[in-house]
Nanobody, 122 residues
Framework: QVQLVESGGGLVQAGGSLSLACAAS????????MGWFRQAPGKEREFVAS????????YYADSVKGRFSISRDNTKNTGYLQMNSLKPEDTAVYYC???????????????WGQGTQVTVSS
């Protein structure tokens, strides 16, 4: 089992920045790929970004590419999502997740955090 807890969400104006963190406990964090997903009201959960076990490979949704940056520190069992140039359409609950093999597909992720709200005002 891997337990994941997100933090860092909040309210920010359009154009601003937020940094999310995902603290992991339980099994060795470095054994898992990590992903960030989001779900806006009335919409399905969608892929945002993911990172390989060692942190050398990253993947992004087209909608956030160039604005968001995913990283991880396996010595601290923590993953991060730096979000810059935020837009109102980025408003959603953001979830971190861990997977043995998943990259973009929700069903491939085995462990999920409870989510943190990000609200971007116009």
């Amino acid at each position: 089992q891997v337990q994941l807890v997100e933090s860092g969400g909040g309210l920010v104006q359009a154009g601003g920045s937020l940094s999310l963190a995902c603290a992991a406990s339980g099994r060795t964090f470095g054994n898992y790929r990590m992903g960030w997903f989001r779900q806006a009201p009335g919409k399905e959960r969608e892929f945002v970004a993911s990172i390989s076990r060692g942190g050398n490979l990253t993947y992004y949704a087209d909608s956030v590419k160039g604005r968001f940056s995913i990283s991880r520190d396996n010595t601290k069992n923590t993953g991060y999502l730096q979000m810059n140039s935020l837009k109102p359409e980025d408003t959603a609950v953001y979830y971190c997740a861990a997977s043995i093999s998943g990259v973009r597909t929700i069903s491939q992720y085995d462990y999920w955090g409870q989510g943190t709200q990000v609200t971007v005002s116009s």
